[in-house]
Protein backbone atom coordinates (compact mmCIF):
# COMPACT_ATOMS: atom_id res chain seq x y z
CA UNK A 1 0.00 0.00 0.00
CA UNK A 2 3.05 2.47 0.58
CA UNK A 3 3.78 2.63 -2.95
CA UNK A 4 -0.42 3.52 -3.65
CA UNK A 5 -0.57 7.80 -4.09
CA UNK A 6 -4.61 8.43 -3.81
CA UNK A 7 -4.79 11.46 -5.83
CA UNK A 8 -8.48 13.66 -5.02
CA UNK A 9 -8.99 16.15 -7.63
CA UNK A 10 -12.69 16.74 -6.74
CA UNK A 11 -15.24 15.24 -4.45
CA UNK A 12 -16.14 13.08 -6.68
CA UNK A 13 -13.02 11.65 -8.62
CA UNK A 14 -10.01 9.56 -7.23
CA UNK A 15 -7.54 8.56 -9.42
CA UNK A 16 -5.14 5.91 -8.09
CA UNK A 17 -1.68 6.30 -9.56
CA UNK A 18 0.65 3.42 -8.86
CA UNK A 19 4.06 5.31 -8.26
CA UNK A 20 6.44 2.23 -7.17
CA UNK A 21 9.67 2.67 -8.64
CA UNK A 22 10.81 0.00 -11.92
CA UNK A 23 14.23 -0.29 -10.33
CA UNK A 24 15.42 0.96 -6.51
CA UNK A 25 18.82 0.08 -5.44
CA UNK A 26 20.78 2.25 -3.11
CA UNK A 27 21.25 6.21 -4.56
CA UNK A 28 19.74 4.65 -7.33
CA UNK A 29 15.95 5.52 -8.73
CA UNK A 30 13.92 4.40 -12.22
CA UNK A 31 11.01 5.16 -13.11
CA UNK A 32 9.32 3.90 -16.50
CA UNK A 33 7.12 6.72 -16.67
CA UNK A 34 6.09 9.23 -18.98
CA UNK A 35 8.40 12.46 -17.60
CA UNK A 36 4.82 14.60 -18.65
CA UNK A 37 2.44 12.36 -16.58
CA UNK A 38 4.56 11.13 -13.78
CA UNK A 39 3.82 12.10 -10.46
CA UNK A 40 5.68 9.85 -7.90
CA UNK A 41 8.87 12.59 -7.72
CA UNK A 42 8.07 15.45 -5.60
CA UNK A 43 8.14 18.81 -6.44
CA UNK A 44 11.12 21.14 -5.40
CA UNK A 45 13.41 17.95 -4.71
CA UNK A 46 15.69 17.91 -7.26
CA UNK A 47 19.58 19.65 -7.34
CA UNK A 48 20.28 18.78 -10.73
CA UNK A 49 19.06 18.22 -13.80
CA UNK A 50 20.99 16.46 -17.01
CA UNK A 51 19.65 15.18 -20.03
CA UNK A 52 19.25 15.06 -23.58
CA UNK A 53 15.57 14.94 -24.78
CA UNK A 54 14.62 13.71 -28.12
CA UNK A 55 16.01 15.52 -30.62
CA UNK A 56 13.28 15.55 -33.42
CA UNK A 57 15.57 13.79 -36.36
CA UNK A 58 13.35 10.47 -37.13
CA UNK A 59 15.69 8.27 -34.53
CA UNK A 60 13.59 5.10 -34.43
CA UNK A 61 13.12 4.84 -30.39
CA UNK A 62 10.85 2.02 -29.27
CA UNK A 63 8.08 4.13 -27.60
CA UNK A 64 8.61 7.71 -28.59
CA UNK A 65 7.68 9.00 -32.15
CA UNK A 66 10.71 11.11 -33.33
CA UNK A 67 8.94 13.07 -36.08
CA UNK A 68 6.47 15.71 -34.79
CA UNK A 69 6.15 18.50 -36.82
CA UNK A 70 8.35 21.59 -35.55
CA UNK A 71 5.59 23.49 -33.94
CA UNK A 72 4.55 19.88 -31.78
CA UNK A 73 8.16 19.77 -31.03
CA UNK A 74 8.31 22.69 -29.41
CA UNK A 75 4.65 22.10 -27.42
CA UNK A 76 6.04 18.65 -26.35
CA UNK A 77 9.57 20.95 -25.31
CA UNK A 78 7.56 23.00 -23.27
CA UNK A 79 5.42 20.54 -21.24
CA UNK A 80 8.41 18.27 -20.16
CA UNK A 81 10.58 21.61 -19.80
CA UNK A 82 8.11 23.09 -17.45
CA UNK A 83 7.72 20.14 -15.71
CA UNK A 84 11.36 20.06 -14.71
CA UNK A 85 10.98 23.89 -13.54
CA UNK A 86 8.76 22.15 -11.00
CA UNK A 87 10.67 19.42 -9.63
CA UNK A 88 13.73 21.38 -9.29
CA UNK A 89 14.80 23.30 -5.98
CA UNK A 90 15.12 26.87 -5.92
CA UNK A 91 19.00 26.66 -6.48
CA UNK A 92 17.83 23.82 -8.85
CA UNK A 93 20.32 23.52 -12.18
CA UNK A 94 19.86 22.25 -15.53
CA UNK A 95 22.22 20.82 -18.07
CA UNK A 96 20.48 20.38 -21.08
CA UNK A 97 22.17 18.83 -24.32
CA UNK A 98 20.28 19.92 -27.54
CA UNK A 99 21.79 20.10 -31.53
CA UNK A 100 22.59 23.73 -31.60
CA UNK A 101 20.36 24.07 -35.21
CA UNK A 102 19.00 20.97 -37.48
CA UNK A 103 19.47 20.61 -41.00
CA UNK A 104 17.93 17.27 -41.59
CA UNK A 105 13.83 18.39 -42.58
CA UNK A 106 13.93 21.94 -42.99
CA UNK A 107 16.77 24.72 -41.04
CA UNK A 108 15.72 25.23 -36.91
CA UNK A 109 17.15 27.08 -34.58
CA UNK A 110 16.71 24.37 -32.36
CA UNK A 111 19.04 25.78 -29.84
CA UNK A 112 17.91 29.33 -29.99
CA UNK A 113 13.74 28.14 -29.68
CA UNK A 114 14.20 25.76 -26.79
CA UNK A 115 16.77 28.60 -24.51
CA UNK A 116 13.83 31.10 -25.39
CA UNK A 117 10.57 28.55 -24.20
CA UNK A 118 12.51 27.78 -21.18
CA UNK A 119 13.01 31.23 -20.66
CA UNK A 120 9.27 32.11 -21.07
CA UNK A 121 8.73 29.26 -18.60
CA UNK A 122 10.83 30.79 -15.53
CA UNK A 123 14.26 28.97 -16.01
CA UNK A 124 17.23 31.37 -15.78
CA UNK A 125 19.76 31.54 -18.35
CA UNK A 126 23.57 30.93 -17.27
CA UNK A 127 25.85 30.13 -20.07
CA UNK A 128 25.53 27.87 -23.43
CA UNK A 129 28.98 25.21 -23.09
CA UNK A 130 29.53 24.27 -27.19
CA UNK A 131 30.21 20.22 -26.89
CA UNK A 132 32.90 19.73 -29.91
CA UNK A 133 32.09 16.08 -30.71
CA UNK A 134 34.95 15.87 -33.64
CA UNK A 135 31.66 14.47 -36.04
CA UNK A 136 32.50 15.29 -39.39
CA UNK A 137 31.32 11.99 -40.53
CA UNK A 138 27.68 13.31 -40.52
CA UNK A 139 27.90 15.85 -43.59
CA UNK A 140 26.07 14.57 -46.31
CA UNK A 141 24.69 17.31 -47.83
CA UNK A 142 26.88 20.41 -49.41
CA UNK A 143 23.65 21.84 -51.21
CA UNK A 144 24.89 23.89 -54.29
CA UNK A 145 28.87 22.64 -54.11
CA UNK A 146 31.13 25.63 -54.67
CA UNK A 147 28.51 27.82 -55.60
CA UNK A 148 26.82 30.52 -53.86
CA UNK A 149 23.66 29.79 -55.57
CA UNK A 150 22.54 27.75 -52.14
CA UNK A 151 25.37 26.49 -49.98
CA UNK A 152 24.66 24.82 -47.03
CA UNK A 153 26.63 25.31 -43.47
CA UNK A 154 26.74 22.74 -41.09
CA UNK A 155 28.59 23.21 -37.51
CA UNK A 156 29.11 20.04 -35.99
CA UNK A 157 28.32 20.70 -32.37
CA UNK A 158 25.71 20.76 -30.01
CA UNK A 159 25.92 22.27 -26.58
CA UNK A 160 24.83 22.23 -23.28
CA UNK A 161 22.63 24.68 -22.11
CA UNK A 162 22.78 25.79 -18.27
CA UNK A 163 19.90 26.79 -16.92
CA UNK A 164 18.81 27.31 -13.04
CA UNK A 165 15.68 27.81 -11.28
CA UNK A 166 15.66 31.19 -8.88
CA UNK A 167 19.24 31.85 -7.40
CA UNK A 168 22.38 30.45 -9.13
CA UNK A 169 24.24 30.24 -6.06
CA UNK A 170 23.67 27.06 -4.37
CA UNK A 171 22.45 26.98 -0.90
CA UNK A 172 21.09 23.78 -0.42
CA UNK A 173 23.45 20.33 -0.09
CA UNK A 174 26.38 18.78 1.55
CA UNK A 175 28.60 21.80 0.25
CA UNK A 176 31.02 19.41 -0.36
CA UNK A 177 32.85 19.34 -3.83
CA UNK A 178 34.96 16.58 -5.46
CA UNK A 179 35.94 18.58 -8.09
CA UNK A 180 40.07 18.84 -8.63
CA UNK A 181 41.31 22.08 -9.51
CA UNK A 182 42.54 20.87 -13.66
CA UNK A 183 39.05 19.67 -13.83
CA UNK A 184 37.61 23.45 -12.73
CA UNK A 185 39.93 24.62 -14.95
CA UNK A 186 39.19 23.07 -17.74
CA UNK A 187 35.39 22.68 -17.69
CA UNK A 188 34.76 26.08 -16.76
CA UNK A 189 35.79 27.06 -20.64
CA UNK A 190 32.79 26.25 -22.19
CA UNK A 191 34.14 24.65 -25.23
CA UNK A 192 34.48 21.07 -24.14
CA UNK A 193 35.90 18.59 -26.52
CA UNK A 194 35.35 14.63 -25.93
CA UNK A 195 33.83 11.85 -28.66
CA UNK A 196 30.22 10.82 -28.84
CA UNK A 197 28.79 7.35 -27.80
CA UNK A 198 28.91 4.28 -30.35
CA UNK A 199 24.86 3.32 -30.48
CA UNK A 200 26.24 -0.15 -31.16
CA UNK A 201 28.40 -0.33 -28.04
CA UNK A 202 25.58 0.83 -25.43
CA UNK A 203 22.51 -0.85 -27.59
CA UNK A 204 20.29 2.71 -27.66
CA UNK A 205 19.57 4.95 -30.96
CA UNK A 206 20.90 7.89 -29.08
CA UNK A 207 23.04 7.63 -26.59
CA UNK A 208 25.72 10.44 -24.67
CA UNK A 209 29.19 9.68 -23.55
CA UNK A 210 29.47 9.37 -19.81
CA UNK A 211 32.12 12.56 -19.88
CA UNK A 212 28.87 14.46 -20.43
CA UNK A 213 26.83 14.40 -17.36
CA UNK A 214 30.05 13.32 -15.25
CA UNK A 215 31.44 17.14 -16.14
CA UNK A 216 27.94 18.62 -15.11
CA UNK A 217 27.58 16.73 -12.06
CA UNK A 218 31.37 17.25 -9.89
CA UNK A 219 30.84 20.90 -11.91
CA UNK A 220 27.27 22.17 -10.79
CA UNK A 221 26.44 19.54 -8.19
CA UNK A 222 27.44 18.60 -4.33
CA UNK A 223 27.91 15.90 -3.15
CA UNK A 224 25.02 13.61 -1.82
CA UNK A 225 22.81 15.71 -4.14
CA UNK A 226 19.96 14.29 -6.07
CA UNK A 227 20.17 14.18 -9.81
CA UNK A 228 17.12 13.84 -12.15
CA UNK A 229 17.47 12.61 -15.92
CA UNK A 230 13.82 12.81 -17.28
CA UNK A 231 15.05 10.99 -20.77
CA UNK A 232 16.96 8.09 -19.22
CA UNK A 233 17.86 6.14 -22.09
CA UNK A 234 20.43 3.80 -21.59
CA UNK A 235 21.36 4.95 -18.46
CA UNK A 236 24.50 6.95 -18.72
CA UNK A 237 23.37 9.35 -16.17
CA UNK A 238 22.77 7.07 -13.18
CA UNK A 239 25.96 5.43 -14.02
CA UNK A 240 27.51 8.95 -13.66
CA UNK A 241 25.66 9.80 -10.54
CA UNK A 242 26.31 6.13 -8.96
CA UNK A 243 30.51 6.64 -9.32
CA UNK A 244 30.27 10.47 -8.65
CA UNK A 245 28.07 9.36 -5.12
CA UNK A 246 25.00 11.50 -5.79
CA UNK A 247 21.30 10.61 -5.68
CA UNK A 248 20.07 9.22 -9.28
CA UNK A 249 16.86 9.55 -10.37
CA UNK A 250 16.23 8.57 -14.04
CA UNK A 251 12.46 8.29 -16.06
CA UNK A 252 12.61 6.78 -19.22
CA UNK A 253 8.91 5.74 -20.91
CA UNK A 254 10.41 2.61 -22.55
CA UNK A 255 10.83 -0.66 -20.71
CA UNK A 256 13.22 -2.23 -22.88
CA UNK A 257 15.74 0.93 -22.22
CA UNK A 258 15.01 0.80 -18.15
CA UNK A 259 16.18 -2.84 -18.62
CA UNK A 260 18.90 -1.67 -20.78
CA UNK A 261 20.18 1.34 -18.07
CA UNK A 262 19.59 -1.46 -15.06
CA UNK A 263 22.03 -3.97 -17.34
CA UNK A 264 24.35 -0.92 -17.81
CA UNK A 265 24.80 0.10 -13.92
CA UNK A 266 25.35 -3.85 -13.65
CA UNK A 267 28.07 -4.08 -15.43
CA UNK A 268 29.70 -0.67 -15.55
CA UNK A 269 28.88 0.57 -12.34
CA UNK A 270 29.50 -2.28 -10.40
CA UNK A 271 26.23 -2.47 -8.63
CA UNK A 272 25.54 -4.98 -6.38
CA UNK A 273 23.84 -7.48 -8.36
CA UNK A 274 21.87 -9.69 -5.89
CA UNK A 275 20.26 -6.63 -3.40
CA UNK A 276 17.22 -5.07 -6.46
CA UNK A 277 13.82 -3.97 -5.28
CA UNK A 278 12.14 -4.57 -8.28
C1 LIG B 1 18.18 10.98 -26.56
S1 LIG B 1 17.55 9.59 -25.71
C2 LIG B 1 18.42 9.70 -24.16
C3 LIG B 1 19.71 8.95 -24.18
C4 LIG B 1 20.50 8.97 -22.88
N1 LIG B 1 21.09 10.27 -22.62
C5 LIG B 1 21.59 7.91 -22.93
O1 LIG B 1 22.76 8.24 -22.71
O2 LIG B 1 21.27 6.75 -23.25
C6 LIG B 1 15.91 10.07 -25.28
C7 LIG B 1 15.11 9.05 -24.48
O3 LIG B 1 13.89 9.66 -24.10
C8 LIG B 1 12.90 8.64 -23.97
N2 LIG B 1 11.58 9.31 -23.99
C9 LIG B 1 10.93 9.84 -25.05
N3 LIG B 1 9.78 10.40 -24.66
C10 LIG B 1 9.71 10.26 -23.31
C11 LIG B 1 8.76 10.68 -22.32
N4 LIG B 1 7.65 11.33 -22.66
N5 LIG B 1 9.02 10.38 -21.03
C12 LIG B 1 10.14 9.70 -20.68
N6 LIG B 1 11.06 9.27 -21.58
C13 LIG B 1 10.86 9.56 -22.87
C14 LIG B 1 13.19 7.72 -25.14
O4 LIG B 1 12.65 6.42 -24.91
C15 LIG B 1 14.74 7.75 -25.19
O5 LIG B 1 15.30 6.65 -24.53
Same mark, same amino acid.
Given at each position: ????????????? @??????????????? +????????????????????? @?????????????????? #?????????? %?? !??????????????? &??????????????? @? &? *??????????? =???????? =?? /????????? !???????? *????? +??? /? @????????? !??? +?????????? %?????? !????? =?????????? $????????? /???????????? $????? #??????????????????????? $??????? &????? %??? %?????????????
Amino acid at each position: MQNIMVIKQNKND @VEIKDVKPYFEYDNI +TIYKDDILKISAIPHNSIDLI @VTSPPYNVDIHYNSHVDN #LTYNDYLEFT %KK !WIKKCFELAKDDGRF &CLNIPLDKNKGGQQS @V &C *ADITKIAKDIG =WKYHSTII =WN /EGNISRRTA !WGSFMSAS *APYVI +TPV /E @VILILYKKN !WKK +TSGSKKSDIT %KKEFMD !WTNGI =WSFSGESKKR $VGHPAPFPI /ELPRRCIKLFSY $VGDTV #LDPFLGSGTTLIATYLNKRKGIG $VDIDKEY &CDLAI %KRL %KQEAQINQNNFNF
